[in-house]
């Protein structure tokens, strides 16, 4: 073990132990009986529905030639199948240093495993009367790892809700703001007689969230005041001006003063988010992409970007801050964000932040005392050697005053696909988006709160959906809490081991002057490390990018080799310039020996490495697979520069 780490990481978090099946398969035991035990229980659960209904399926079916001829038929694909799996990308190895994956929490896997024979469908309380709750539940975890109200008797009260993924979540995201922003506009055009309404559409438009979720009180106050027949009629008035009835067409048609709004995001926002501005018919032109500075939201872009918008009155639907980039886990000033918006609503130019925490939510935890709390700043940086940067710190600090988010349990919440979220800080706006507008309704009690939300169904983009995924995400946040001395113990792992990837990085960097020079491009945020690389004496930018691209090809899956022969997986992402703007590009390019006037391509090819394996430092075996990547790396470096000279692609 080299003296070069900081001792902290080479110190065993002995509860790390017990939460995966392990590299190696180490708790295959303790899996196998809570699976065993687990279907027994639910064999005895079907047999005591109607112990008086007799078997019907006798056993002498099995001795039937066709039962027999399905076994083996059956037998035979499965053992294709899982002869076929092996050659799976080894996502469990802390050999893996790929995408966003890695081992799967056991009571995730166990809870998923357990809940599949049963086979819950959350689109609803009748068809999963146990995993629905759960999954409101999980939605309130989450809320209270991000700092929202998450007491189901608050009014204001949180609200979530898991997806398929990150994409899904983030396109509910701006399904919500668009009904938030609209639903004054609509009422505005219905005008019913005694409601205090905003002057002008765009004043309506320009509403803040909590406005809109106060107007929408006042106009179910004022509708349950009528009689049911007027009421039914208002309720269908509104509902013919609203967005959601008329289409952006027709809506925008309707408001000739409003210009249709645009979603504003750094330019390192997933592509998911161009996805949903195509799907929901805003049209990928209404996304407008922002420069950054060292990959992080560019504040003063922002806040020029949102006075042009305020100049042209062109509203702002959202804006985006990414919590932990997707190629370069790079952490946005989420504060930042909140203190523009805050400038620009007094000169009223309103919209919702919302943070694509996709990735990075799960670090929340760091953050989060056990009693719910922000952890100090000193408290937290002192587990660490660099980590969290301030801005970092005041980023996470920032969650709990935004508007929504996006997190990924089946990436830093280490569950099986697909399970995302989406995180509403107040639950009320959850009214404008459901299918069957029911606007009247007066969370008193919890009990009021989770009845709502069993019809899950009204509320979410899918129908029939996964209740055992509900059980999975549940279930492991109630064996881990999401606090930093419960579930934190994961990422702070992941944390520590990029600081000594860093270190590492930089090492290895002065170890191969005479062969390559070697740059880390920017400091890691979190637990993404991302190196580049270029052979001593060369100044092109495209054969920089060859020689890591053959890097890359050694680190890559490929099913044609046995996977045994792989020694490490990493990724590769590219560094566009006009996305790291002129001072790094020029910084880093002259780091590396890379002349930016000779630049014959827009981008660098780096090699990208995601920290999400917990068991990256192996203190028991003196083995550090981060060492031996490096040693590794060296191995292909020094190959590769006893070739030919490389030809650019
Ligand atoms: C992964 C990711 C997404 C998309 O999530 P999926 O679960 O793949 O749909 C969105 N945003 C960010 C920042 C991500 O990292």
């Given at each position: 073990m080299s003296a070069a780490y900081p001792m902290q990481a080479t110190v065993r978090d002995r509860l790390i132990d017990a939460c995966f099946l392990g590299p190696y398969g180490e708790n295959d035991t303790l899996l196998e009986k809570l699976v065993v035990e687990f279907l027994r229980d639910h064999v005895y659960w079907r047999r005591n529905f109607h112990p008086e209904d007799p078997p019907a399926i006798s056993t002498a079916a099995a001795r039937d030639p066709e039962y027999a001829a399905f076994e083996a038929r059956m037998r035979r694909e499965l053992h294709l199948l899982s002869a076929a799996l092996k050659k799976s990308v080894p996502f469990h190895s802390p050999r893996y240093l790929g995408h966003m994956v890695s081992d799967l929490l056991l009571p995730g896997l166990a809870a998923q495993m357990l809940t599949l024979p049963y086979n819950p469908n959350n689109v609803s309380e009748d068809a999963a009367p146990v995993t629905v709750d759960m999954e409101v539940q999980a939605g309130l975890q989450l809320a209270r790892m991000i700092g929202?109200?998450?007491?189901?008797?608050?009014?204001?009260c949180a609200f979530g809700h898991l997806t398929s993924g990150g994409t899904v979540a983030n396109y509910q995201a701006l399904r919500v703001a668009l009904a938030l922003k609209a639903f004054p506009v609509a009422l505005r055009a219905a005008a019913p007689p005694g409601i205090e309404l905003p002057p002008d559409d765009w004043t309506a438009f320009n509403q803040s969230g909590s406005e809109t979720v106060a107007l929408l009180q006042r106009w179910n106050d004022w509708l349950a005041a009528l009689p049911a027949k007027q009421q039914e009629e208002w309720r269908e008035r509104v509902e013919a001006q609203r967005v959601e009835t008329l289409g952006l067409a027709g809506f925008f048609a309707a408001h000739r003063e409003l210009q249709v709004p645009r979603v504003l995001a750094p330019?390192?926002?997933?592509y998911s988010w161009s996805k949903g501005l195509k799907l929901l018919g805003?049209?990928?032109?209404?996304?407008e992409l922002l420069p950054t500075r060292g990959m992080r939201l560019d504040a003063a872009a922002l806040e020029e970007s949102l006075q042009r918008h305020l100049r042209e009155r062109q509203p702002v639907l959202m804006a985006v801050a990414v919590l932990g980039s997707t190629e370069y886990g790079t952490i946005d000033p989420v504060d930042a964000v909140l203190a523009a918006r805050a400038r620009t609503r007094q000169q009223g130019l309103d919209f919702q932040v919302h943070v694509?925490?996709?990735?990075?939510?799960?670090?929340?935890t760091l953050f989060r005392a056990e009693d719910g709390s922000q952890r100090p700043y000193g408290e937290v940086a002192a587990e660490y050697s660099q980590f969290p940067r301030a801005e970092v710190y005041a980023a996470f600090a920032a969650l709990a005053d935004t508007d929504s988010v996006t997190v990924d349990p089946h990436k830093l919440g280490y569950l099986p696909y697909g399970a995302g979220a989406f995180v509403c800080r107040d639950h009320r706006a959850m009214a404008l988006v459901a299918?069957?507008?029911?606007?009247?309704?007066?969370?008193?009690?919890r009990s009021d709160y989770l009845q709502r939300y069993r019809n899950l169904g009204q509320f979410i983009l899918e129908g029939s959906k996964s209740g055992a995924s509900a059980a999975a995400v549940y279930v492991a946040h109630k064996v881990l809490p999401l606090d930093h001395s419960h579930f934190g113990r994961l990422p702070r792992a992941t944390i520590r081991a990029a600081e000594a990837f860093y270190a590492r990085a930089l090492r290895f960097a002065a170890e191969q002057a005479t062969r390559v020079q070697v740059a880390v491009p920017f400091a890691p945020d979190s637990n993404l490390v991302c190196v580049a690389l270029n052979p001593l004496g060369n100044s092109s930018v495209s054969v920089a990018n060859a020689f890591t691209r053959t890097l890359h090809d050694a680190v890559r899956c490929d099913p044609q080799q046995p996977l045994q022969l792989k020694e490490f997986f990493g990724s590769a992402t590219t560094l566009r310039f006009d996305m790291f703007g002129a001072a790094d590009t020029s910084r880093i390019l002259s780091a590396l020996g890379l002349v930016f006037a000779s630049a014959d391509t827009d981008h660098l090819v780096i090699l990208r490495h995601t920290?999400?394996?917990?068991?990256?430092?192996d203190a028991e075996n003196n083995i550090s697979y981060i060492d031996a990547y490096f040693d590794y790396l060296a191995r292909c470096v020094s190959a590769l520069c006893g070739h030919a000279p490389m030809v650019a692609v």
């Amino acid at each position: 073990m080299s003296a070069a780490y900081p001792m902290q990481a080479t110190v065993r978090d002995r509860l790390i132990d017990a939460c995966f099946l392990g590299p190696y398969g180490e708790n295959d035991t303790l899996l196998e009986k809570l699976v065993v035990e687990f279907l027994r229980d639910h064999v005895y659960w079907r047999r005591n529905f109607h112990p008086e209904d007799p078997p019907a399926i006798s056993t002498a079916a099995a001795r039937d030639p066709e039962y027999a001829a399905f076994e083996a038929r059956m037998r035979r694909e499965l053992h294709l199948l899982s002869a076929a799996l092996k050659k799976s990308v080894p996502f469990h190895s802390p050999r893996y240093l790929g995408h966003m994956v890695s081992d799967l929490l056991l009571p995730g896997l166990a809870a998923q495993m357990l809940t599949l024979p049963y086979n819950p469908n959350n689109v609803s309380e009748d068809a999963a009367p146990v995993t629905v709750d759960m999954e409101v539940q999980a939605g309130l975890q989450l809320a209270r790892m991000i700092g929202y109200p998450h007491e189901p008797g608050q009014p204001d009260c949180a609200f979530g809700h898991l997806t398929s993924g990150g994409t899904v979540a983030n396109y509910q995201a701006l399904r919500v703001a668009l009904a938030l922003k609209a639903f004054p506009v609509a009422l505005r055009a219905a005008a019913p007689p005694g409601i205090e309404l905003p002057p002008d559409d765009w004043t309506a438009f320009n509403q803040s969230g909590s406005e809109t979720v106060a107007l929408l009180q006042r106009w179910n106050d004022w509708l349950a005041a009528l009689p049911a027949k007027q009421q039914e009629e208002w309720r269908e008035r509104v509902e013919a001006q609203r967005v959601e009835t008329l289409g952006l067409a027709g809506f925008f048609a309707a408001h000739r003063e409003l210009q249709v709004p645009r979603v504003l995001a750094p330019i390192t926002a997933h592509y998911s988010w161009s996805k949903g501005l195509k799907l929901l018919g805003l049209g990928r032109d209404q996304l407008e992409l922002l420069p950054t500075r060292g990959m992080r939201l560019d504040a003063a872009a922002l806040e020029e970007s949102l006075q042009r918008h305020l100049r042209e009155r062109q509203p702002v639907l959202m804006a985006v801050a990414v919590l932990g980039s997707t190629e370069y886990g790079t952490i946005d000033p989420v504060d930042a964000v909140l203190a523009a918006r805050a400038r620009t609503r007094q000169q009223g130019l309103d919209f919702q932040v919302h943070v694509d925490a996709a990735w990075g939510g799960y670090l929340a935890t760091l953050f989060r005392a056990e009693d719910g709390s922000q952890r100090p700043y000193g408290e937290v940086a002192a587990e660490y050697s660099q980590f969290p940067r301030a801005e970092v710190y005041a980023a996470f600090a920032a969650l709990a005053d935004t508007d929504s988010v996006t997190v990924d349990p089946h990436k830093l919440g280490y569950l099986p696909y697909g399970a995302g979220a989406f995180v509403c800080r107040d639950h009320r706006a959850m009214a404008l988006v459901a299918e069957r507008a029911d606007y009247v309704f007066h969370a008193g009690s919890r009990s009021d709160y989770l009845q709502r939300y069993r019809n899950l169904g009204q509320f979410i983009l899918e129908g029939s959906k996964s209740g055992a995924s509900a059980a999975a995400v549940y279930v492991a946040h109630k064996v881990l809490p999401l606090d930093h001395s419960h579930f934190g113990r994961l990422p702070r792992a992941t944390i520590r081991a990029a600081e000594a990837f860093y270190a590492r990085a930089l090492r290895f960097a002065a170890e191969q002057a005479t062969r390559v020079q070697v740059a880390v491009p920017f400091a890691p945020d979190s637990n993404l490390v991302c190196v580049a690389l270029n052979p001593l004496g060369n100044s092109s930018v495209s054969v920089a990018n060859a020689f890591t691209r053959t890097l890359h090809d050694a680190v890559r899956c490929d099913p044609q080799q046995p996977l045994q022969l792989k020694e490490f997986f990493g990724s590769a992402t590219t560094l566009r310039f006009d996305m790291f703007g002129a001072a790094d590009t020029s910084r880093i390019l002259s780091a590396l020996g890379l002349v930016f006037a000779s630049a014959d391509t827009d981008h660098l090819v780096i090699l990208r490495h995601t920290l999400m394996n917990p068991y990256l430092i192996d203190a028991e075996n003196n083995i550090s697979y981060i060492d031996a990547y490096f040693d590794y790396l060296a191995r292909c470096v020094s190959a590769l520069c006893g070739h030919a000279p490389m030809v650019a692609v």
